[in-house]
């Protein structure tokens, strides 16, 4: 014994076996409860999964995907699906989380294998961060833009329009006037928002960018100022912002909403929206869709879910907090339907066109469509201040997950020189991710967002959702996942949890993923533009990429390890054995005295395992855990 603990003092614990709670002689190792900190409230943690769950989604693609698949009827697959698949996933990231109190990169101790899951979410997160802050530099435009008198794009005869300009005043013509053709017209909104804004007429496509629009480019840079400043001290500062920001847009939401249904016209919209279709519900694209919907607008595979819960203390009720968010975010998509639906009735009847044709999604509905009916209000400049600041809002929360989920993940696998530096670390990423999408701010820009919008988290993403799930209930164990779970909550997951993990979430993301793939189709934009096959190349790589990281880390994993080929990914399918909580109050049952530092025999058989070679010790440890897995599943019983 004696031996082993002049090993300990001659040889430094590696970084990646230090965890929150290590203790020792040295000044950095007792910094870091501090270090890596925690939620400074009860409600950081619940307002921030709200903020990150109910996003500029829940605006723009849920009321289009509802009146496109059924209105009313929709809403029956949406909330299945949301049971089977939304709810038992996201509290599986909650659990795994708060657990190990490690980001989407280190909680791969849990099986060391399959690392390569959590550098392929890493990778999908940063692809979609760069694209979604130019979203929300071109909410900062049109923020800044509504400031005025009179909103720019609401007459035509500016440098910009053309002769195909029409705007609303001409299109409303007088009694017994025969109505205008309107097929070959541009609304001022659309050319503002085309000509004005992204100047993509100077572009010929993709592989033309053409120069940088300067006016953009600083939104971008205001962005990511804003974004940094936030997430300056991690959660401690994130925590605080998110107070504002997931709460302040539910209230220019319901302004919007009661605006909206008092407006003339507004049933026509609504009536649109809701009218149910239950014949579609026959086909399985609808089931689909509302499958697809529930996937996106949770958040689920981004890492951030996980990222927040790692913050939490290790007794913080999930199981609560899962259905008060994914429950509340399914209600405001609906709500949001209601307040754009109504305003869009209201434009269908000033224009005396039907609803459908002025119904879009994406960012047509918030850069045009929405802007357009906006002038039509008295008013209007304030009516669009409002829903470009409740855009913005509902955009920032969410980038604030991703960067925390992108910091967080690096720094736990290096936290002897970054966590000491989080901030500047911080502000390398940022600084890198706005150069990078500074072809974003070009006049082609827009070509490379929706390039990366198709592809960045695609199938990539769900390749990601669908092994951590199986990683966690076949290679982990179902049985071990749920004491897991006992010990933070007090009790096991029930048999709805276990039926979903086991076989329907799997079973109805393996479906998404074979659907993606046969109903594939080419990058397009405003159905005119057709990507290059280049660019199409680029765009699968890019999804490809992220699914290579899963055998690639196996690889790695594979030959760090000693033995055989199948010895080797046996132990490498196993937790290490400092997994399990940060703190060492908390370790009970199996994980008592395994975290690295301790002078218990059994971290020594670990240590000897993982940095000496396979020893005599390595029987010895599998003996113990079986054991003591054993004392504790009679203990529970």
Known sequence: MKKSQEHHSQKPIPDLLMTPSDQGDGDQQTQFPEDRGNWTGKLDFLLSCIGYCVGLGNVWRFPYRAYTNGGGAFLVPYFIMLAICGIPIFFMELSLGQFSSLGPLAVWKISPLFKGVGMATILIVSLVAIYYNMIIAYVLFYLFASLTNNLPWQYCGNWWNTDLCLDHHVMRTGNGAVPLNLSNTVSPSEEYWSRYVLHIQESSGIGDPGAIRWNLCLCLLLAWVIVYLCILKGVKSSGKVVYFTATFPYLILIMLLIRGVTLEGAWLGIKFYLTPQFD??????????????IFYSLGVGFGGLLT?????????????????????????????????????????????????????????????????????LPLSPFWSFLF??????????????????????????FPYYLRPKKAFFSGVICVTMFLMGLILTTEGGMYWLVLLDDYSAGFGLMVVV??????????????????????????????????????????????????????????????TYRFPFWAEALGILMGLFSCL????????????????????????????????????????????????????????MVHMRKYGGITSYENIAFQIDKEIEEEEEESIM
């Open 280 to 293: 579609l519900l026959l086909s399985p694209k609808v089931w689909i869709e509302a499958a697809l919907q």
């Open 308 to 376: 927040f819960a790692s913050y939490n203390t290790f007794h913080q009720n999930i199981y609560r907090d899962t259905f008060i968010v994914t429950v509340g975010n399914a209600i405001t998509s609906i709500l949001a339907g209601f307040a754009i639906f109504s305003v869009l009735g209201y434009m269908s009847q000033e224009l005396d066109v039907p609803v459908q044709e002025v119904a879009k999604a994406g960012p047509g509905l918030a850069f045009v469509v929405y802007p357009q009916a906006m002038t039509m």
């Open 388 to 413: 470009f600041f409740m855009l913005l809002t509902l955009g920032l929360d969410s980038q604030f997950a991703f960067l925390e989920t992108i910091v967080t993940a690096v720094t736990d696998e």
């Open 549 to 604: 990281m899963i055998p690639i880390g196996m690889v790695f994993a594979v030959f760090k390890e000693e033995g055989t080929l199948w010895q080797r990914i046996q132990q490498a399918s196993r937790p290490t054995m400092d997994w399990g909580p940060s703190l060492e109050e908390n370790r009970t049952g199996m994980y008592v005295a395994t975290l690295a530092g301790s002078q218990s025999p059994k971290p020594l």
């Open 466 to 527: 669908i092994t951590t799930c199986l990683v966690v209930t076949r290679v982990y164990g179902m049985k071990r996942f749920c004491r897991d779970i006992h010990m933070m909550l007090g009790f096991k997951p029930g048999i709805y949890f276990k039926a979903c993990w086991l076989f329907l979430s799997p079973v109805t993301m393996m479906a998404l993923l074979v659907y993606s793939i046969i109903k594939y189709e080419p990058s397009e934009y405003n159905g």
